[in-house]
């Protein structure tokens, strides 16, 4: 029940397409789903997440797609560039739960071609 | 935003001897820190959970002997590879708990640690 599942593994998009990472949770406890992007390298950094009492929020080019009753949530990246070619990681955790850990998916690859 | 430090970014050590690695949380204090391993291309592994003031919390398979924590304040957590073998080489991440209105995690840059 603790698992995240993230599909797909890897992804390649044409620059100026859109990159859309998926992912799926059990526990209804979650209430909070951040998304990290992570260049080779490199620690983890928070891009953007999203609390339920919302169906979808954006920030520039980064758009986090909820359904609840789904247990869903999806990162679409419009208008993709070459830099934005590294690994996303979708997690979820309980917001006010401190000091839990965040239950993390396994990844996807993002190339983006020129 | 929330600023997390490590230090060494890179190290490399002979068989057997102890390295030691920092992680700090730079602008804000950190009750919960999380230590991870991350493989190539795999995804992160928690090896332990560290909190200010007590013991840290090792996850199942980890082993607590072989990686020292120390949570020694709210901005500092230590992690101390003894006797480190060619395959504990690794990437080693840490993470701090920005425990504001909200669970929110940041994550230091990140350790490259390679036994030779």
């Known amino acids: 029940q603790q698992q995240v599942k993230q599909s797909p593994q890897s992804l390649i998009v044409q620059k100026g397409g859109i990159s859309i990472i998926n992912c799926a949770y059990e526990?209804?406890?979650?209430?909070?789903f951040p998304w990290y992007q992570q260049f080779p390298g490199k620690g983890p950094a928070l891009l953007i997440a999203i609390r339920p009492d919302v169906s979808e929020k954006k920030e520039g080019r980064f758009t986090i797609s909820f359904n609840k009753s789904a247990k869903q949530f999806s990162l679409h990246i419009m208008d993709s560039q070459p830099g934005d070619s590294a690994t996303y990681f979708c997690a979820a955790s309980e917001a006010y739960n401190y000091g839990q850990n965040f239950v993390f998916g396994p990844g996807t690859r993002l190339s983006v071609l020129p | 935003g929330a600023v997390v430090s490590q230090h060494p970014s890179r190290v490399i050590c002979k068989s057997g001897t102890s390295v030691k690695i920092e992680c700090r949380s730079l602008?804000?204090?950190?009750?919960?820190m999380f230590w991870y391993r991350q493989f190539p291309k795999k995804s992160l592994m928690l090896m332990a959970t560290s909190n200010e003031g007590s013991k840290a919390t090792y996850e199942q398979g980890v082993e607590k002997d072989k990686f020292l924590i120390n949570h020694a304040s709210l901005t500092l957590s230590t992690l101390t590879v003894t006797s480190a073998h060619p395959e504990d080489s690794s990437f080693y991440i840490c993470?701090?708990?920005?425990?504001?209105?909200?669970?929110?995690?940041?994550f230091g840059p990140g350790t490259r640690l390679t036994v030779l």
């Open positions: 602008d804000f204090q950190a009750t919960t």
């Open positions: 526990n209804t406890a979650f209430d909070y």
């Open positions: 993470s701090a708990d920005l425990a504001g209105v909200y669970n929110e995690q940041f």
